[in-house]
């Protein structure tokens, strides 16, 4: 079925895109959102399958009813009872499409002064640059610091940490795709805002103004207008769920649309850019701005890059050895995951021996027919047990599929639930060997060594940040909230596979129409979901995901450290012990 319209808002959205408007209209993309009349069908398709998804695959299924962790500020679930009070909701339209992006050229900071109080001040302005570092008192006419806290809470889903989520609420630097870039989620946002303007009351030296913003809309990827001129091929040839095609697992991509803003640093010479890290000298001692976030498709497919960018990592710390450098920031902030082997890479350049975070696998029938199959057909996934574990008891690959599946249960959200042995990931030994043929170990010891984040640093980050700081690297979280402790990781869990790779591996073991399997999404719905969870190695039986871990330290934002960061940088540094 199409569903047209009578005014076509996405035949408005297409024509506005074929005379290059610089932003579509918010009630040509609200409408266009709204064209589709729910089809309750459909919605109860969708969550059987997200609902069998949960049930056999997804790692935190269970434990996400346990009570919260101290320290944490989120509401335990049952996600299977909440997928099914979905469909008690009434709705009118199939709406909340990701194809457009919402921003406001207008982005926000928080500082905290002397006396503890915080305030949110105006990082940067497009439209009107004199309201830069004016304090920003209401946001439509309620507290600021109350609206954003809000939003963090309800909208924003980085971390358990409420102090996680406010920092990505608000504007902070990130390295991604080589280049520095600016992350907000307040104003810039990828869901349909509820309102087409917000309002902000400003204080500028005493001076009271009140500005409105609406949205600049545009796509979140130009190649959809291929696809579309109005409702009725919108809905053909996007709604309608496409033929299989694999997006890559393995690894929590966070892809986010940041605009580039590139700091100038008071203090710090860039001696190496790895793509990846880009290490600097400041006084006397090193940073290394480190993203695990995305490594290009080039260097995943040809080896000789790949090996020449691990090289020219490499390098870059041998030089702050070679410099007599016996002092290292490690700046991960702003990271939402990105490739394992990287984050392994990284941990055991800097301590050859150290063992990376074991993990292990939610045994249910669905999940063991798929591990049987994957590892019988050796077709590489999280599943196939030769290509990606070793066992941490014996230290060596799984006998056979009945070995790693084991016979071990724990006491999740109150429910006896059986899970695999625990196995290293398989690439330890790779990583050894390389680092073997091309470089002597680095001097340092963790008293050498600091972490610094804004707490947002996920999946393969965390198992850099959470690996170290378990081999008593101190850390040091920038941000939050006034007087809370805050953590300087995010979501630890495990490998991320999406539902588009997930069915193409079913596909691929021809175990798509296995009545123990999920069925595929009526239309084009894709999710992420957890399919292994770490554990600590310094206390065996935490789960990572779940672990409030709070900075060693904290500190603050202020107006200069905010756009540049070689003032954390130095504050950090201070926090290393001088060893003589």
């Given at each position: ?51 069998s ?5 997804y ?54 002064k ?13 439209i009107?640059?004199?309201?830069i ?12 610091m ?6 963090a ?24 795709g ?29 001076k ?8 600049k ?12 001129t109005?409702s ?30 590139e ?25 290394a ?39 290292v ?41 798929v ?12 599943f ?18 009945s ?9 999740r ?19 050894s ?19 610094l ?25 920038v941000?939050?909230?006034s ?23 079913l ?5 798509l ?63 290393i012990?001088?060893?003589?």
């Amino acid at each position: 079925n199409s569903y047209p319209s009578k005014v076509d808002a996405c035949a408005n959205i297409h024509n506005d895109h074929i005379s290059r408007k610089l932003s579509f209209k918010y009630e040509d993309v609200k409408a266009c959102y709204e064209t589709f009349p729910f089809d309750k069908d459909n919605a109860t398709r969708t969550i059987e399958t997200l609902k069998s998804i949960f049930a056999n695959f997804y790692s935190f299924l269970d434990q996400a009813r346990d009570p919260p962790t101290k320290g944490f500020t989120y509401r335990s679930i049952n996600v299977l009872s909440e997928l099914d009070s979905l469909l008690k909701n009434n709705y009118t339209t199939d709406i909340q499409f990701m194809a457009f992006s919402f921003d406001q050229q207008f982005s926000m900071y928080s500082i905290v002064k002397h006396n503890g109080t915080q305030q949110i001040k105006v990082f940067n302005d497009s439209i009107d640059s004199k309201n830069i570092d004016c304090l920003v008192t209401h946001i439509d006419d309620e507290s600021a610091m109350d609206v954003i806290i809000k939003y963090a809470n309800d909208s924003i889903r980085t971390s358990r940490d409420l102090g996680v989520r406010f920092n990505n609420a608000l504007a902070s630097l990130t390295l991604q795709g080589g280049k520095i870039s600016l992350s907000q989620q307040f104003t810039s946002r990828i869901l349909l805002p509820k309102n087409p303007t917000i309002s902000y009351t400003l204080d500028c030296d005493g001076k009271i103004n009140k500005i409105t913003r609406g949205w600049k809309i545009t796509a979140r990827n130009d190649s959809i207008f291929n696809n579309f001129t109005d409702s009725t091929s919108y809905w053909n040839n996007i709604c309608i769920n496409q033929p299989l095609q694999a997006s890559s697992g393995l690894s929590y991509e966070s892809k986010r649309e940041l605009d580039e803003y590139e700091p100038t640093l008071e203090e710090g010479k860039l001696i190496i850019d790895a793509y990846i890290i880009r290490f600097y000298t400041l006084r006397d001692f090193g940073v290394a701005v480190i993203s695990t976030e995305s490594i290009d498709d080039k260097y995943a497919s040809n080896n000789d890059l790949l090996i020449d960018l691990l090289s020219t990592i490499n390098q870059g710390f041998q030089s702050f050895a070679n410099m007599g450098i016996k002092k290292v920031v490690l700046d991960l902030t702003n990271n939402g995951g990105g490739a394992a082997f990287i984050a392994h890479y990284i941990t055991q350049l800097l301590f050859r021996d150290i063992r990376n975070f074991p993990f292990d696998v939610k045994i249910t029938e669905a999940a063991k027919l798929v591990i049987e199959q994957s590892t019988a057909k050796n077709i590489s996934s999280e599943f196939d047990i030769n290509g990606s574990y070793i066992s941490e008891k014996t230290n060596t690959s799984f006998t056979n599929v009945s070995d790693f599946i084991g016979n071990n249960y724990y006491i999740r959200g109150g429910l006896k639930i059986r899970y695999s042995e625990k196995g290293f990931n398989s690439d330890e030994q790779i990583i050894s060997e390389f680092l073997g043929n091309i470089s002597k170990p680095l001097p340092w010891t963790a008293e050498n060594l600091i972490i610094l984040t804004n707490g947002f640093c996920g999946s393969a980050c965390a198992h850099i940040t959470q690996r170290l700081a378990e081999v008593n690297v101190k850390t040091v979280a920038v941000g939050g909230l006034s007087n809370k402790p805050l953590s300087f990781a995010c979501f630890a869990g495990g490998f991320v596979v999406t539902s588009d790779t997930f069915f193409q591996y079913l596909k691929n073991l021809s175990l798509l129409n296995n009545d123990l399997m999920p069925k595929q999404f009526p239309l084009a719905t894709t999710i992420s979901f957890t399919v292994n969870e770490a554990y600590s190695i310094k206390n065996p039986d935490e789960v990572l995901e779940f672990s409030f871990r709070p900075s060693n330290y904290k500190l603050y934002y202020d107006e200069k450290s905010i756009r540049d960061p070689s003032k954390l940088w130095i504050q950090a540094a201070a926090l290393i012990e001088n060893k003589p």
